[in-house]
């Protein structure tokens, strides 16, 4: 038999399996902060919650109800279970949530009991499940090892990253890989989503408790996503390893990821001809936020290069003029400020190494740990 409501106990099943959710908040609210495993099908939409909110505070919670009931009329009440039984027959273990786990909720609950639906409500909703991870990151942040990997641009960290099961790549979570060149065709998640994912990421891995988590080095900043505070505080105080690599390795490395690859997609997106106006105005911008730190003849000879090597792009497919002022970009920006923040983290630096030394380092540890 189905239980009428989950209670706070199922909270980490229900994220570590991801288990499907039916969001009944207004969609105002859902933009804000959801779970990555819930849907959105509300019960009433922004302009009917503002409304009803108005009134309870004017006039309490009968004269809110009466006024929602009036607001919902039978062909929108039907529009809305339609949505939900849609999404129960694709998913029949859903379950439902508001807010607080209260009136919208057990509202849409008994609307679909009327039809024959009998779908759960999760006790607490979103306010107390948002808390349950807050509280997660706060619990790894106090018993969770960190070993941070670290790496000048184009070294490879994220490639390294992906061969161990016991890593949490915060790009990927924040969409964004963390450098004037970084942004991903998909808009970064809200700050809440950023910090929700990186909460089920980090009760994913303590199923299988390992004896340390691997992180990429990041700043407090992944694009527009800040690291939670006391997350980013248990990075700097982690033992670091320095992945080692070639600047000719480097730099193809970065042709592939931050040109060829962003060449195909803009190209598959919109065409040979706007996607190749689309890539040099896309590196243009890259080059262009970071000018003052580059110096403005520095970044005049970048844009000369870039420009030069786009114009060949269009003749060819994409041209290897571009290593030119990759390697310069490399050598005279990125690689020194590197080293300044490496500099001032050499007490923690535990080993160094290129992708086949930090790995056998790593697959040693865990042996010795586990």
């Known amino acids: 038999m189905t239980k009428d409501s989950i209670s706070p106990s199922a909270y980490s099943s229900i994220f570590i399996n991801a288990h499907p959710l039916i969001d009944v908040r207004a969609p105002v609210e859902y933009t804000k902060g959801a779970f990555p495993n819930s849907h959105n099908h509300y019960l009433l939409h922004d302009n009917e919650r503002t409304q009803i909110g108005t009134c309870y505070k004017k006039h309490g919670q009968v004269a809110a109800i009466k006024l929602g009931h009036s607001l919902i009329k039978a062909d929108i009440k039907q529009q809305r279970i339609n949505q939900w039984i849609q999404y129960i027959k694709q998913e029949p273990h859903a379950y439902l949530y508001c807010f607080r786990g209260g009136l919208r909720s057990q509202i849409a609950q008994q609307w679909l009991k009327e039809v024959g639906y009998t779908v759960p409500f999760i006790e607490g909703g979103y306010k107390a499940m948002r808390q349950f991870l807050i509280q997660s990151i706060d619990k790894a942040c106090h018993s969770q090892s960190l070993i941070v990997l670290s790496g000048t641009t184009g070294s490879g960290k994220t490639l390294l990253l992906s061969k161990w099961h016991n890593s949490i790549d915060l790009e990927d979570i924040a969409k964004h ?27 994913k891995l303590r199923v299988n408790k390992p004896p340390w988590l691997l992180i990429e080095d990041e700043s407090y900043l992944i694009g527009r996503a800040a690291i939670p505070k006391n997350f980013y505080q248990k990075m700097q105080l982690a033992n670091i390893l320095v992945l080692e690599e070639t600047m000719e390795n480097r ?10 690859n962003m060449y195909e997609e803009f190209s598959t997106r919109l065409g040979i001809d706007e996607g190749q106006r689309a890539l040099q105005k896309y590196l243009t911008q890259g080059l262009m936020q970071i000018k003052k730190r580059l110096g403005g003849k520095l970044h005049d000879e970048l844009q000369r290069h870039l420009k030069l090597a786009c114009q060949r792009d269009a003749h060819k497919n994409i041209s290897d003029d571009h290593r030119i002022w990759i390697t310069k970009l490399l050598s005279h920006y990125y690689d020194p400020m590197y080293q300044y923040q490496l500099d001032k983290k050499q007490s923690k630096i535990v080993f160094q190494g290129d992708h086949l030394a930090i790995n056998q380092w790593l697959n040693n540890q865990y042996t010795s740990l586990s």
Not at 177 to 199: C, D, K, V
Not at 251 to 260: E, F, P, S
């Open 251 to 260: 730099v193809t490395r970065i042709l592939q990821d931050y040109i060829i």
């Open 177 to 203: 890989r963390g450098s004037s060149f970084g942004q991903y065709f998909e808009p970064q998640p809200s700050q809440i989503n950023f910090e929700n994912t990186l909460a089920i990421e980090l009760l």
